[in-house]
């Protein structure tokens, strides 16, 4: 039995996580037990792909944990249950896959006992913070090793050492730096460094194949998208999923975040989203028909502060259960369907059907007519509450005066 001591690495099969593995088994002389976390972006070949690669870079075991299903359940429920958009634009497509998969990998290393945890990434983002947290809430007795952070090393160092190690791949940097997710795609490259220049069509994943109008409905249980036209036999996963693959054609769902790091510096980066954008414009207009305006207004406020503090890793964070359950408690009414028109870069919500709509007739038309006062309830009504701003108004003439 090996001796060694063992290292759970958090494992994509890319170049910083390929010099990582050969790093701490050839010249720290670990076991390392690579991990990759599937929340949605992987096809079945590119993880047979990945698998072979770990062994073949001479990994004691590799593991994949399909997580989707739970990173839906935990997660991208309460995105959606807030309407969450970082800074009103960016859905936390990567900042709430990056945080999910870190405990994952850091519950794994727990479950095998390793003694140490190592991540690929550099010193220069938002990932580091996020692995390093997770690492030491979940394993804070794990040492938490960051060859590519601590050694400073360049691209082209890492690809030397892996050549000198007998590793002959392409390492050929993409032109765009591509990461894909159930909750959206971000794309990174040369535009996204620059605070003017927009990223090119060819940039984008998915290119525009669609130009005719398309009218959906998207169908919310509680809160939760259980119906795709119609369709009531997909899981919340598979919904998202196949909304993705009817909207992103039409261009839809892409923008760039610009927004601030956790290690204090400004970003930018491409997305596209289009589920997860048509998903929470469809949710949130569901929620102004059958919520009221003080649910609605202390809904905003937590669920911006649960965004932020996800963002920055805070994930495990006991608050954010509690801001969970405030959040659940306030979906027993948002059911209904909700009509959706798609077009190029674009889509609008035509409107919604809800037994819960609080536009209901039985009680007034906004605009037309009334059946719950009559005109001398509205003036007496207007009176009082106008009264302190009167007052304060008269008041301050008469000062203005003396």
């Known amino acids: 039995m090996s001796q060694k001591p063992k290292v759970v690495l958090a494992f994509s099969g890319g170049l910083d996580t390929s010099f990582c593995v050969k790093y701490l088994a050839e010249d720290q002389g670990y076991e390392v037990y690579s991990v990759l976390v599937d929340t949605g972006g992987f096809s079945d070949a590119e993880l047979k792909s990945i698998e072979a690669n770990a062994y073949a870079l001479g990994v004691r075991q590799h593991t994949t944990v399909v997580k989707t299903t739970e990173y839906y359940t935990d997660c991208i ?16 497509s990567v900042s709430a896959e990056r945080i999910f ?16 945890i190592a991540h690929g990434s550099t010193g220069a983002g938002n990932d580091q913070v996020r692995f390093d947290m997770a690492f030491r809430i979940i394993m804070p007795e794990a040492e938490v090793i960051t060859p590519i952070r601590d050694l400073k090393l360049s691209r082209e160092a890492e690809i030397e050492y892996l050549t000198k190690k007998g590793v002959e791949r392409d390492w050929k940097k993409a032109e765009y730096s591509i990461n894909k997710g159930l909750w959206g795609t971000s794309v990174g490259g040369r535009e996204t460094l620059t605070s003017q220049k927009y990223l090119p069509e060819s940039a984008w994943p998915t290119q525009v194949a669609k130009t005719e109008p398309e009218t959906i409905t998207l169908e919310f249980e509680k809160g939760e998208l259980v119906g795709l036209n119609g369709e009531r036999s997909v899981t919340p996963v598979q919904a998202i999923q196949k909304l993705a693959e009817i909207a992103q054609p039409f261009g839809i769902g892409r923008d760039i975040h610009v927004g601030d790091t956790i290690i204090g510096i400004k970003g930018r980066v491409g997305f596209e989203a289009a589920a997860p ?13 059958v919520l009221t305006e003080q649910q609605l207004y202390w809904k905003e406020q937590l669920a911006n502060w649960y965004g932020s503090l996800l963002h920055k890793g805070q994930f495990v964070e006991p608050v954010m259960r509690n801001i969970e359950t405030f ?28 037994p819960y709509d ?10 037309e007519m009334n059946n719950a006062w009559t005109g001398d309830d509205v003036r007496g009504f207007s009176k009082v509450a106008s009264n302190q701003a009167m007052i304060y108004q008269k008041v301050s003439e008469l000062a203005e005066k003396k």
């Open 358 to 367: 609080l536009m209901s007739p039985v009680f007034g038309s906004y605009g």
């Open 277 to 289: 954008l048509i998903i929470i414009k469809a949710h949130h207009t569901l929620e102004k028909h």
């Open 327 to 354: 959040l659940t408690d306030t979906q027993s009414h948002v059911t209904g369907r909700v009509g959706v028109q798609l077009a190029p870069y674009r889509f609008y919500v035509e409107g919604i059907e809800s």
């Open 101 to 116: 998969q870190a405990v994952a990998v850091a519950e794994y290393a727990k479950e095998i006992g390793a003694s140490a």
């Open 77 to 92: 429920k309460y995105l959606i249950f807030g309407n969450i958009l970082k800074n009103n634009t960016y859905p936390l």
